[in-house]
Nanobody, 125 residues
Framework: QVQLVESGGGLVQAGGSLRLSCAASGFVVSSYAMGWFRQAPGKEREFVGAIIWSGGTTAFADSVKGRFTIARDNAKNTVYLQMNSLKPEDTAVYSC??????????????????WGQGTQVTVSS
């Protein structure tokens, strides 16, 4: 059974940091890229960042470059989204995704293979 279990969301003040985690199970993670998307109220889901599990190549949306990083832990089958210098406009539900295609910027979120349940991130001004 495929599972992507996210954790780490919450409320933070602008300028603060949060780290999201996504624990994967039920599939061979080394054959996939793991990514993060977000959806704010009234907006479409958008790409945030992704990492190719095998090799570690990363990609980020322009809106988060220089502020967010992604890392993976092979032993725990877990990917992390480190979010620094958070802004109110980063407020959204963040969802972990797994798909074998790359680059993630070209992947239609509606066609992503596996999704996590999502975790709320709220940044207050």
């Amino acid at each position: 059974q495929v599972q992507l279990v996210e954790s780490g969301g919450g409320l933070v003040q602008a300028g603060g940091s949060l780290r999201l985690s996504c624990a994967a199970s039920g599939f061979v993670v080394s054959s996939y890229a793991m990514g993060w998307f977000r959806q704010a109220p009234g907006k479409e889901r958008e790409f945030v960042g992704a990492i190719i599990w095998s090799g570690g190549t990363t990609a980020f949306a322009d809106s988060v470059k220089g502020r967010f990083t992604i890392a993976r832990d092979n032993a725990k089958n877990t990917v992390y989204l480190q979010m620094n210098s958070l802004k109110p406009e980063d407020t959204a539900v963040y969802s972990c995704a797994a798909d074998s295609r790359w680059p993630y910027t070209a992947v239609d979120p509606k066609t992503v293979r596996y999704w996590g349940q999502g975790t709320q991130v709220t940044v207050s001004s």
